[in-house]
Every structure is written in C-alpha cells, then in structure tokens.
Nanobody, 118 residues
Framework: QVQLVESGGGSVQAGGSLRLSCAAS????????MGWYRQAPGNQRELVAT???????NYADSVKGRFTISRDNDKNTVYLQMNSLKPEDTAVYYC????????????WGQGTQVTVSS
C-alpha cells in the first residue's frame, strides 16, 4: 500500500520560513518523480516543484528563488524548504509521487496547511 505522509505545515508571518517533509512508503522511491503541489481556496491545484532522482528540478515561476525542493532516496523522503513566504503562498500543500514509466502509478498525500499572514 502506497503512503505519502506530509508534515511541517503551520502558520507563519510574511517573510518567514517553513520546511515541509513527505515520507513515502510502498513505492520504489528512486523510480518516482516527487513533487509538491498546492491548492488555495477557490483555486485549482497547481504545481510548486518537482524533482527526479539525479537532480533534475522544476519550479513554478511564483516560487523560484524562494523555495527549494530536495529528496533523500535513502530515507524515501522529499522536502520543500520555503523561505520569504508571502500571504499568497497560503494553501494546502500536497505531496505527489509519480512513477517515471507508469502514469497510472500516481499518488497523493493527505495535504498539509500552510498559512502566511501579512
């Protein structure tokens, strides 16, 4: 059974930092593209960042230079370091795991709330 368990969300003032973690089980972690997505009230879920084993990384323009995604294949964990947070970063953040060769093997975590106050 695949599980993605997120942690690290919370409330912070604008300009602050948070670090999200997502621990994966039930998958061959190194085969998967790991990512973070977010969904604000009334909005569609949107990409924040993705990372492939070997280091290829993709960021949304809105978070470039402020957020850093990383992964530890030994710990089956992906991280999102969020700095210089803005109120518009407020959303539920979801961890995603997608097999590089099987599009059907696409999994989501339960989400963690990030709230940034001005």
């Amino acid at each position: 059974q695949v599980q993605l368990v997120e942690s690290g969300g919370g409330s912070v003032q604008a300009g602050g930092s948070l670090r999200l973690s997502c621990a994966a089980s039930g998958i061959i972690f190194s085969n998967n593209i790991m990512g973070w997505y977010r969904q604000a009230p009334g909005n569609q879920r949107e990409l924040v960042a993705t990372i492939i084993s070997g280091g290829r990384i993709n960021y949304a323009d809105s978070v470039k230079g402020r957020f850093t995604i990383s992964r530890d294949n030994d710990k089956n964990t992906v991280y999102l370091q969020m700095n210089s947070l803005k109120p518009e970063d407020t959303a539920v953040y979801y961890c995603n795991s997608r097999n590089r060769w099987d599009a059907a093997a696409n999994y989501w975590g339960q989400g963690t709330q990030v709230t940034v106050s001005s």
